[in-house]
């Protein structure tokens, strides 16, 4: 059928109309995507160059080597030694049962830690390595590379480890390291991203953690290029990072080993306070523990063994624990009186045994009393109601404020865990914490050291090396660090009366070195060497009237925890102080019979710096020392030998 023209042009029209509409719309399309390729490839050519290189490259952080610890002879205390590992990689393992029990079958699997390497690849993505077995000797390693074909997914590794190489010598001092905990994690704000490497080592307890920061160092980085899922394909560059600051300590290893050797088995702990620098020569705490079992994974029996223990092996006794001071405070009350002018050196008091104060009986440890007494002669024979009597005159606030003068009731910033702050108590302090009215046989009771009077064996030696030297000298742990000495702990002159101090460290000379000094049976022979020092003997437990009567139960038939603890300080030379000890046995009964012999035997090895000659001691004693003193040269060359093993 035939269009009319008209026809033909109407539908002609409509056509063009349809064709130049698609056409606008396909040319606007056209348009739009010309311009958003050009936003995309030009406009946004930086940002997308970057994510495709994020997506590309990955930067992975390399640990850094932790700084060493030495003594101040140079001697290794801490250092990082190869630690062998074995990884597994579950993606590349397949079967990882199979692979696991071939393995089992070629090295000893441990099966906690296993069990532990399980929980970490579930939590883990496929692609990343997890610790099957750590610190293994290459007889494993060697193991595993050889039979490297049959064990898909398994790699011998090697990386660092914290080593204590004098084990349980400095273990309360510098303390340990471990991998980094969740609880670890919570303490801090922003933690660092090193922290987040698995089982990345820090400090836990101890010099470890109180210098974590100083002593981790910086991290590194490397560039490496992972593919789609994340996998390695090889590594780029890297930039090493910064290792930790190495530090020198202030203590001497050999005195440090003689030290927690004669502590021996003794729940107790000593201090060796160098009075010219303030330098701490040994600070030991006994028994001890090997930090090292804690840097492996210390077992549960190994654990519950060192917690069950009564003597508390984990606890730093040298500047945790605080014990009555007993006598050794008398020097305190002494001296708090002199700077009074209340006493002189000829005034006497008058000893029956007891002195009466507000209807109470405060008793002399000597039943029968010492009659009249002079200042030597109550330091000397340790006359307990020479000093109650003092204590009435002086009062409590000036003999809490002189104890504090002299270190007691004083937190020392030293760089070790829980260094305590002890008491000096006075009449402000039990109003604030007790809510109580201070009485006045509070006062007879702290004048002789107890009550409520605290210090550690810290602060019993800082207290000494004042009363030695007349300065305020303080301890100092870390002699350098990276090389650069730290500031000396020498002290400056602590104003007092020097006719004072002349007075009360002639008392201490005759508690040593008369014959009828508590302390005589413990003197140093060697006349250069003469010691001047303090016994103390501190209850802890209160004795009934009915007891005194019947007669007081000895030490040694009671239980363990119930009997006294024994204290001894001195310094030497007499003439020109070089070292001030101090010594605390928990629950070891007379400071006279137990305490001092430990002291000077320490005295003596720090003075001669080697072994002493057992001329420098009482003949009574020589048998004992020589005993001891060939039982550590033995230890010592069979340490030397397995050093020289290892090196």
């Known amino acids: ?123 883990s993505p496929p692609f990343l390595p997890v610790t099957l077995a750590d610190q293994r000797g290459w007889d494993d390693i060697s193991k595993v590379a050889v039979n490297a074909p049959a064990l898909p997914g398994i790699t011998p590794e090697v990386g660092l480890t914290r080593i204590y190489p004098r084990g349980a010598d400095f273990a309360h001092v510098i303390g340990y390291v471990g991998p980094v905990s969740d609880y670890d994690l919570s303490k801090l704000e922003d933690p660092e991203p090193v922290l987040r490497i ?21 991290a590194g980085a490397k560039r490496v290029e992972v ?13 090493e990072g910064q290792p930790g600051a190495d530090l020198q300590l202030t203590l001497d290893a050999e005195l440090q080993n003689y030290v927690q050797a004669r502590l021996g088995s003794e729940s107790a702990s000593a201090v060796v306070l160098d009075c010219e620098t303030g330098d701490l020569r040994a600070i030991v705490s006994a028994p001890s523990f090997d930090p090292n079992l804690f840097v492996r994974g210390i077992s549960v029996a190994d654990y519950s063994k060192l917690t069950e223990d009564p003597h508390r092996p984990l606890s730093s006794k040298s500047v945790q624990g605080v014990y009555p001071p007993g006598s050794t405070f008398k020097v305190i009350t002494a001296l708090a009186a002199l700077e009074e002018g209340i006493i002189g050196p000829t005034d006497t008091v008058y000893c029956p045994g007891y002195l009466e104060v507000s209807g109470r009986r405060f008793h002399c440890w000597r039943r029968g009393g010492h009659g009249h007494v002079d200042l030597e002669t109550s330091l000397k024979q340790s006359c307990d109601v020479y000093y109650y009597d003092l204590a009435m005159k002086v009062g409590i606030d000036k003999i809490s404020a002189m104890a504090q003068r002299f270190g007691i009731g004083v937190r020392h910033d030293l760089p070790m865990s829980a260094v305590a702050r002890g008491l000096a108590p006075n009449r402000d302090w039990k109003q604030r914490v007790h809510g109580q009215e201070w009485l006045i046989g509070d006062t007879a009771n702290a004048s002789i050291g107890q009550g409520y009077m605290l210090a550690s064996p810290l602060q019993l030696s800082v207290m000494t090396a004042r009363v030695a030297t007349g300065r305020s000298v303080t301890p100092r742990l870390i002699k350098s660090i990276d090389g650069i000495e730290q500031p000396s702990g020498a002290g400056e002159a602590m104003e007092l009366n020097p006719v004072n101090l002349r007075m009360l460290r002639k008392g201490m000379y005759a508690v040593s070195n008369d014959r009828r000094g508590t302390a005589y049976g413990s003197r140093i022979i060697e006349d250069a ?13 209160n004795i009934t009237a009915a007891e005194r009567a019947s007669g007081v139960v000895r030490n040694e038939d009671l239980p363990w925890e119930r009997r006294d603890h024994a204290l001894f300080v001195c310094f030497a030379p007499y003439d020109k102080p070089k070292y001030a000890v101090s010594v605390v046995i928990e629950h070891g009964g007379g400071g006279s019979s137990v305490a001092a012999p430990v002291a000077r035997d320490i005295m003596l090895q720090a003075l001669y710096g080697d072994t ?4 420098a001691y009482p003949a009574k004693d020589r048998s004992r020392v020589k005993e001891l003193q060939d039982r550590l040269r033995r230890e010592r060359l069979r340490r030397d030998e397995e050093e020289s093993g290892r090196a």
Do not use: C, W
């Not at 056509?15 to 040319?27: A, Y």
């Not at 003594?71 to 074995?86: C, E, F, M, T």
């Not at 698995?198 to 910086?218: S, T, Y």
């Open 612 to 615: 002493p000659p057992l001329t």
């Open 529 to 541: 060497f003469r010691m001047a020092g303090k016994t103390g003997t501190s209850q802890v437990r």
């Open 227 to 239: 593919n789609a899922t994340g996998r390695v394909m090889r590594e780029l560059d890297r930039r």
């Open 1 to 123: 059928m035939r269009r009319n023209p008209r026809e033909l042009s109407l539908l002609q029209r409509s056509t063009s109309r349809r064709t130049l509409l698609v056409g606008g719309l396909q040319l606007a399309f056209a348009g739009g995507l010309a311009l958003r390729m050009r936003y995309l490839q030009i406009d946004q050519a930086d940002q997308f160059r970057l994510l495709a290189e994020e997506n590309r490259i990955n930067i992975r952080l390399i640990p850094p080597a932790r700084g060493k610890i030495f003594d101040r002879n140079g001697n290794v205390l801490a250092q990082n030694s190869p630690s062998y590992r074995i990884v597994i990689v579950r993606e590349d393992a397949g079967d990882v049962d199979q692979v696991l029990q071939h393995l089992s079958e070629l090295i000893p699997l441990d099966q906690e830690e296993l069990d532990r390497a399980l929980t970490e690849m579930r939590r």
């Open 198 to 218: 698995p089982r990345f080592q820090i400090g836990k307890v101890g010099l470890e953690a109180k210098r974590e920061e100083m002593l981790r160092g910086k």
